[in-house]
């Protein structure tokens, strides 16, 4: 095992990607064991033979096509509609603008990706800092994880057998809460530096409503999810394949956003990010075994309520390990090594697994925006061209932000499971 660490510590110190790092030492460790050498191929072909793990890739090609189709615009001008007369109206707009699109992508570096194309330039042009531009759109993308459809959502269901209609619309309130928070927390940063509203006054209601109307298509797929899952008309699965064709169709005919020679760019766009997402699920599912070898989950258990009894500190602890931990590592990732020992925590402790799957999940993302190693931040970083030292001055206020919305959710419940129990 010592050796197995040492491995993986000099794998990602030299800056290996992180599958690439579990799977390297997950390798070691079953080298070292002969009788065991074989196994690492036969986890990783069994960690994928799952059928609802299909709604991933429906579900990134739906929040590819729409990206593509035209609609990620008629969002931003929405936005723009309700938010633009606020302090910092364009960073206000990218707030909002990550609530819609987070309704739709499912995923922090994908909605983050998006406004640092977009949006962020012309930020830089309105007179904004590269690094406030740069923030704000790594930030916003912490609204994507916990919006449905979260692929975070649907890898936690999937390893714990918690329903994801439940985790999907627990997720809502969660969302308009970090929503609120970086709403304010722009209205605060940029009243103090003098950036400006996009105009004087809000625009009146009927122009609002004929933007809303605009991108109705667009507002109704997470309506369409919440309703079909909690009306049983669809498994996750089939939910997906639906959630992808209706928005390859609304992209293609409806908005004219994209031509028909432009979908295998698409198709091969959102293959590339499923590789990625399923590359890095085989691989933990190898290192989660070696932690089960290893009893690491009885080892854990031990070691928090040694620390404690109370689940509300032991949860401040899990909170503050996760929150270290995913500055380190790859946010699925460290969800798929951990969850398998941190069930058996909470289940001992009679914690909610749908409140802790909220927590989680969104604790995870807070870990990718932060230095030094954060994936949204470099994403974000790589595409806006700004420093981790001036990105890093500026999120303070963002990071405290989200810190504090995480601490509400662990430690007042019902914002996350009032709906799922009022609508299951």
Known sequence: MMTAALTFLLLLAVGVPIAFVILGASTIYFILNPLMASIVAQRMGSALESFPLLAVPFFIVAGA?????????????LADGLVGHWWGGL??????????????SGSSNADAAIDARTIAPIMRERGYSNGFASVVSAASGAIAPIMPPSIGLIIYGLLTDTSIGKLFTAGVIPAMLITAALLV???IVSKRRGYAPERATRLPGPEIAARAKSAGWALAMPVLLLVGLRGGWFTPTELGAIAALYAFVVGLVIYRGFHWSETYDLLRESARTTANVLFIIAAAAVFSMILALEQAPQKLIAVLLGVSDNKWVVLLVINLLLLVLGTLLEGLALMI??????????????IDPVHFGIVLVFNTTIGSIT?????????????????????TREALPFLAALVAVLLLLTFVP?????LPNLLY
């Open 337 to 350: 090594i951990l969850v398998p020992v941190l069930l058996e925590v909470t289940r001992t402790l009679g």
């Open 91 to 104: 960073a206000q707009v990218a707030v909002m603008n990550s609530l819609f699109l987070g309704a739709m």
């Open 371 to 391: 230095p030094p190693v954060g994936t949204v931040l470099f994403t974000v970083c790589s595409i806006t061209k700004c420093s981790i030292e001036e990105f």
């Open 185 to 187: 927390t722009v209205r």
């Open 414 to 418: 019902p914002l996350v499971t009032v």
């Open 65 to 77: 096509a729409m990206a593509r189709g035209g609609i990620a615009r008629r969002l931003y001008h």
